[in-house]
């Protein structure tokens, strides 16, 4: 009888202790005085059915949404509290950790929901880039490859797993990787340019091109293709085209410092010193700490005559690099120490 009396106190007292951490858990995910109104209507509902964890989960995501990253651990944990056993809710705290940038903590997450559940695809793909993230590019492999055995036909697996070769330096096995990508789905945008880098590297500028004109097609707008193909456009030193290109880019977006720079190094090339000036201005504004535009702004200034600019312009590029060989020559032609 004295046993019996004991297992039900024990047994009692683990309740209770269970469903005070789960009261606690529950109040704590309640404070919160930048509530959206979106979390406040999920925090209303919680106060009508506290255990139920796909309101935890609701709001994990919403504060994940909202980039509140705290506040979605929090709510996420909240939820497995309630049931541990649901593989959808540690995917989630592994995406919620890994935005975090606790990447242990994360894999684990991810590595438990595949443990739930091993036919989760999702689980595989994102402890993949998280091992491609921290450059366990063995490990990032056997999740891609496990999750393809389960959708074979994913452009992002073929994707995910040429950018693990492109790490490797194995760049025929990247490129046969990228190229699947763009066989299963042709409107797969990165998987065009990731192939024009490695052809540009590779030397094969013909290739490069196509590969920028096939992403743009897919999207006219998207930077990356568009600055990319720019670059080769000028390096071929057809600056007209080149410069339509940046500055498209530039209206998509207004603060992409390198594109104002190149057309000034352009300007520059072509003797329009002034206009040039503007644009290593421009770029300055955009980017206070662009060192390269000092230094053309000065050597600009210099061949239109204007020494003290130029060496104001030397000086910001020392002050960001004591040791910048082109403005220390330029100080020194100009006279000063």
Avoid at 47 to 59: F, G, S, T, V
Avoid at 66 to 91: C, F, G, M, P, W
Avoid at 290 to 310: F, P, S, T, V
């Amino acid at each position: 009888m004295i046993r019996i009396f004991i297992i039900s106190l024990i047994v009692a007292n683990v309740f209770l202790t269970t469903s005070c951490h789960r009261e606690q858990n529950t109040f704590s995910t309640l404070v919160d005085s930048n509530a959206s109104a979106a979390i406040r209507d999920i925090n209303e509902q919680i106060l009508k059915d506290p255990q139920n964890a796909e309101l935890y989960y609701k709001k994990a995501k919403t504060y994940y949404t909202e980039k509140r990253l705290d506040k979605a651990e929090e709510a996420i944990q909240a939820a497995i509290v309630i049931d541990s056993t649901n593989a959808l809710y540690h995917y989630h705290k592994g995406e919620v950790l890994f935005a975090l940038n606790k990447t242990i903590a994360a894999a684990a997450e991810f590595e438990k929901a595949i443990q739930l559940n091993p036919e989760f695809y999702e689980a595989y793909i994102k402890l993949g880039e998280l091992y491609l993230f921290v450059k366990k590019h063995k490990e990032s492999l056997e999740c891609f490859t496990k999750a393809q055995a389960l959708q074979p036909n994913e452009a992002k697996t073929y994707f995910m797993k040429g950018l693990n070769f492109k790490s490797l330096k194995d760049t025929t096995n990247a490129l046969v990787s990228f190229q699947r990508a763009t066989e299963t789905d042709n409107t797969f945008i990165d998987a065009y340019i990731q192939l024009a880098i490695l052809h540009n590297a590779m030397g094969n500028k013909k290739l490069a091109l196509d590969f920028y004109n096939g992403a743009i097609r897919i999207n006219e707008l998207n930077v990356d293709a568009l600055y990319g193909r720019a670059l080769l456009l000028q390096e071929a030193e057809k600056f007209d085209d080149a410069v339509k290109d940046y500055r498209k880019i530039i209206s998509v977006n207004p603060g992409y410092y390198r594109a104002y720079y190149n057309i000034g190094f352009i300007n520059s090339f072509n003797q329009k010193y002034e206009a040039a000036i503007e644009n290593f201005g421009k770029a300055i504004e955009e980017n206070p700490e662009y060192i390269n535009a000092y230094y053309m702004r000065g050597w600009c200034h210099e061949k239109l005559g204007h020494k003290q600019d130029a060496l104001n312009n030397y000086e910001y590029t020392l002050q960001l690099d004591p040791t910048y060989p082109k403005a220390l020559e330029g100080k020194k032609r100009l006279g000063a120490q």
